[in-house]
């Protein structure tokens, strides 16, 4: 009982597992000869969130607290408390402006003035007698480096759930964007505009977006939360160059403009002043419709729950699921007149589920930039961010943009179009004239999307069902389909064309027989392909037995009959399908690479099977690629195909295999733009 104090107060715990990264620091920076004292784990500015991770879990519940009611009816979240811990010195906070004080085993909260000037607060302890709370502050070293401190503060829009950030949208403009979207005002309103135009950013968070403005008097900042309008205020009085009374707490989505600050009435409320105010934002990206939303039900609802979503969903339709949306929708609709200056993805310009919006939405785009999404702050994704300056007064439907490109490190790398496809027909659209009630069928095409963020999702297998959209594969829609694949899969999917959408074709690709074959030879060797002997019978090999040293018959010879035009049990078909050939397929130099290239892959695997060897993994004589594959590379502990073999012969079979297929694709590549599957 005399040391358990001591113990509990001071030591230091680890879990294998959860803190090896700790474990590693600690033991490198304190088992050293010599040493006399406990070096402990520095928190800074880029590692403060992942230790405010691991408190969620071992500190927060042990706080004897309601967490709905305290952000529900103060504004309070579990970031505040840990803010106060971390803020801290021998467990009392030294920060007097936090929303929570920690003092000593307790924490204080809600702080207000009474009328003797006395502090009236609320308190609540630990659940535990604080041994949680100790032991993990025994391992980091607190407070931060005062140099931190305020860097902190201004980011505690990261100390919330991800479901949270997006709603409010807290995803922090990176400064560089910030000072080129204000180069392109300039550019765009001439270099006087900040004493010429008001500005209001209407989702300001704590406010980065209006860094490097100068003119104060015409500024104005408003944000949905209240900590951070303090945040904002905190840091005028550090010097941020805003008015105090020029920041405020509103939210654009349900409360009515009436509850602006006078001086910014008088501006909307004058038709031609509205016409000089510049709504500059970066607004929340959040929608209800995205896979992790379709699980978090409430989530979903709250997103809903607004009067701008009431009002205008039968204008938007499928675009009023977006927040940024809601934000255009209500600057264009009850603005009218002002130019929008905002950030937001590019589905506004492309996407099939904004057509509404578009519609609705008839303002000029003046100018555009795109940059990496994932360079913001909170977004993982692969897709662009454009910031757009609208002028909502001049009414002219959105068509086409050529908008300036940047890499993540604000480096120009070129142009970009940007349609709106209104107006068109997506290739599904065309796939969909191929399906037919014919049997003998030899796969399943999976689909999903018409743009490139589907892709993955554009697969073969030889049976199975699955949430896509599936099309039955046979003799009569063969080269259909694998035209739709080889145009979905030959180009490579990278962040700029995120959104691009591919669209019914012009009829030039029925005359072009090489396109078509050199599409079905791009389809049979392409790692997408997933027909598999493990499902049914494999109708996809495209060699005979003695080109690839088989020692069996092959239980299907379609496709290498198929490849010679020799399919004399589907003649009757011939009548029904013209472009189905009696005579040897013809293919272009790089397709004919792609099959020497897989018939040495066959020979080998063959080769491989053949041999008499018990401790050999026992292969199939009918396999397909994936079949092939997975022979080779094996699967991991998960069941996940392993991404490389030990094989050294197959290693550089199967790169070379992918290498002319490479090759095939840039070949391809052009057709698809002059057979209008994309747009230039």
Sequence with gaps: EKVRATIEENSLLFFFGKDDQEIHFFVRNNFILGKSHTSKIQIDKNNFITIYNKWLQTVKPTITIDWEIAKKEGGIIDGDFYLADLLSL???????????????????????????????????????????????WNKYERPPREQYWDYILERRDLLVPQDVRERKGSFFTPQIWVELSQQYLADSLGEDWQDEYYIWDCAAGTGNLLAGLVNRDRIWASTLDRQDVDVMRDRIRNGANLWENHVFQFDFLNDSFEKLPQNLQNVINDPEKRTKLVIYINPPYAEH??????????????????????????????ANHE?????????????????????????????????????????????????????????????????????????????????????????????????AYNNNQYINDWLKQFRNDLNNKIGILNYRGSDFQHQSMVF???????????????????????????????????????????????????????????????????????????????????FSEDEVGAKESFESKFMSKFL???????????????????????????????????REL?????????????????????????????????????????????????????????????ILARKIEPKVYEYGFLRE
């Design 90 to 136: 021998e467990n009392e906070s030294m920060k007097e402006k936090l929303y929570v004080i920690l003092k000593k085993d307790h924490y204080q909260l809600d702080r207000i003035l009474d009328k003797m000037g006395l502090f009236n607060t609320k308190s609540t302890f630990f659940k535990d007698k604080q041994k949680a709370h100790t032991q993990f």
């Design 602 to 662: 066959w020979k080998y695997y063959h080769l491989t099977i053949n041999k008499i060897e018990h401790w050999m993994p026992k292969g199939n004589a009918n396999a397909s690629l994936y079949d092939i594959r997975e022979y080779f590379q094996g699967r991991n502990e998960k069941g996940r195909m392993k991404p490389n073999s030990e094989d050294e012969i197959y290693a550089k079979l199967i790169a070379d295999l992918r290498s002319t297929l490479d």
């Design 323 to 419: 927040l940024f949306a809601q934000f255009a929708a209500r600057i264009y609709g009850e603005l009218q007149g002002v130019i929008l200056a905002e950030f937001s993805k590019v589905k506004t310009l492309q996407a099939p589920n904004f057509v509404d919006f578009r519609n609705f939405f008839l303002a000029k785009l003046k100018k555009c930039f795109v940059v990496p999404a994932d360079t913001f702050d909170n977004v993982k994704g692969q897709f662009p961010i454009g910031f757009k300056i609208w002028d909502t007064g001049q009414k002219e439907p959105f068509k086409r943009i050529v908008a300036d490109v940047y890499d993540k490190n604000n480096k120009p790398i070129g142009v970009k179009n940007f349609y």
């Design 460 to 542: 073969i297998q030889s049976v199975g069902e699955t949430s896509m959209t599936q099309m039955h594969i046979n003799v009569a829609n063969l080269l259909e389909v694998c035209i739709y694949f080889a145009v979905r899969h030959c180009l490579t999917v990278n962040w700029l064309n995120d959104r691009d959408q591919f669209l019914h074709p012009n009829k030039k690709w029925e005359k072009d027989s090489v396109f078509q074959h050199d599409c079905l030879a791009f389809t049979l060797f392409h790692g997408q392909n997933g027909v598999s002997t493990q499902k049914s019978t494999n109708h996809w090999i495209p």
């Design 289 to 318: 419709t995205s896979k992790i939303n379709l699980i978090r039900t409430t989530y979903k609802d709250n997103l809903s729950q607004n009067k701008i979503h009431e009002k205008y969903a039968s204008l938007l339709k499928k």
């Design 564 to 598: 010679q035009g020799k399919l004399k049990d589907e003649v009757d078909l011939f009548k029904k399908k013209k472009n189905i050939s009696k005579q040897p397929l013809e293919f272009s130099a790089e397709a004919q690479a792609v099959f020497e290239a897989g």
